[in-house]
T-cell receptor, first 114, second 115 residues
Framework: DAGVIQSPRHEVTEMGQEVTLRCKPISGHNSLFWYRQTMMRGLELLIYFNNNVPIDDSGMPEDRFSAKMPNASFSTLKIQPSEPRDSAVYFC????????????FGQGTRLTVV | AQKVTQAQTEISVVEKEDVTLDCVYETRDTTYYLFWYKQPPSGELVFLIRRNSFDEQNEISGRYSWNFQKSTSSFNFTITASQVVDSAVYFCALSEASTGNQFYFGTGTSLTVIP
């Protein structure tokens, strides 16, 4: 299997612009997670989906952030408008929907907002 | 409250030394799972191991070993005869039966192996 695929790998955008990050989970996995990693705050869970339904979005920092999962093989994380403090590495991960199963991570999207 | 604590922020060892990375967790669940992940300089997070709360047997995989002790709520990771390729950030994580498949990650330990 190809693993979790994220795109783009790198994104540089100007403050105020809309940014969309994309994720394709591992086929057959029905849980999907979005994390943000920064030096200051480490790995933060932003939101996760089970069977395409958002379960917990309490980690989404502001209304500027939104996530969707229209089907089992695709998810997006959108930031609008973007701000310099959104600069981070954003990871998508997927797992089977079963307690105790490991999550597999994509290679991340490094976002820089200037 | 932090559910997973990795008190060691950074560790440096000389190649071939053994090194132990500490992980202390906190949960009220009787059923829970512990994980270790490795994040090499290339950036991706790589799954290393999973243990469930009912299995305290230590595990060894090559130069890696894990010591799970419920009495001290610890799940420590030892690398024997460290190599430069072991240089990475290592994360410990917890998931609880009561909170579904949500993962709680520690802040990570950055390991540098000096040749």
């Amino acid at each position: 299997d190809a693993g979790v695929i994220q795109s783009p790998r790198h994104e540089v955008t100007e403050m105020g612009q809309e940014v969309t990050l994309r994720c394709k989970p591992i086929s057959g996995h029905n849980s999907l997670f979005w994390y943000r990693q920064t030096m200051m705050r480490g790995l933060e869970l932003l939101i996760y989906f089970n069977n395409n339904v958002p379960i917990d979005d309490s980690g989404m920092p502001e209304d500027r952030f939104s996530a969707k999962m229209p089907n089992a093989s695709f998810s997006t994380l959108k930031i609008q408008p973007s701000e310099p403090r959104d600069s981070a590495v954003y990871f998508c991960a997927s797992s089977l929907l079963a307690v105790g199963t490991e999550a597999f991570f994509g290679q991340g999207t490094r976002l820089t907002v200037v | 409250a932090q559910k997973v604590t990795q008190a060691q922020t950074e560790i440096s060892v000389v190649e071939k030394e053994d090194v132990t990375l500490d992980c202390v967790y906190e949960t009220r669940d009787t059923t829970y799972y512990l994980f270790w992940y490795k994040q090499p300089p290339s950036g991706e997070l790589v799954f290393l191991i999973r243990r469930n709360s009912f299995d305290e047997q230590n595990e060894i995989s090559g130069r890696y070993s894990w010591n799970f002790q419920k009495s001290t709520s610890s799940f420590n990771f030892t690398i024997t005869a460290s190599q430069v390729v072991d240089s990475a950030v290592y994360f410990c994580a917890l998931s609880e039966a009561s909170t579904g498949n949500q993962f709680y990650f520690g802040t990570g330990t950055s390991l540098t192996v000096i040749p």
